[in-house]
Structure formats: C-alpha cells, structure tokens
C-alpha cells in the first residue's frame, strides 16, 4: 500500500516455506497475515482482562437471546 513501510525480515527457511504452504501465499502476505494475528491476539488479551470488572445492566437471558 502506498502508505505501508518496508521492513526486511530475516525468516527461517523452513518456517517461511511451511507458512507459505499453509496459507497459499507468498512472503509478503505471510508476513502481514502474521502481524494481523498478532494484533488480534493483544485485543483478545486485553478483553479478557476485562472479564468480570464491566457492569452490564441487561439480564442475562436478554445478552443470550442471539445464542438461540
């Protein structure tokens, strides 16, 4: 993307060839893919941190009524 920054990487071989494989993709959208999952996985972090220090005021078979 034009606003995106180069950045080279030095990547095991092996590692690169099996994320390649796994995904069908080449390196450059290995790498994004891999640095979205990392993202990802800190928002998860911090939700979970959360988990039980956030009042909700709707009962509890209201926030389930998607789940049926």
Known sequence: SP???WATVRVPRA???RAQA???SGPEEVVREG???VLAR???ERLRAM???IA?????TAL????S
């Open 15 to 17: 590692v690169l060839e």
């Open 42 to 44: 800190s928002a998860c």
């Open 64 to 67: 389930r009524q998607d789940r």
């Open 35 to 37: 640095l979205r999952l």
């Open 56 to 60: 909700t005021f709707l009962p509890l």
């Open 51 to 53: 988990r039980g220090k």
């Open 22 to 24: 796994a995904t069908g």
């Open 3 to 5: 606003d995106g920054r």
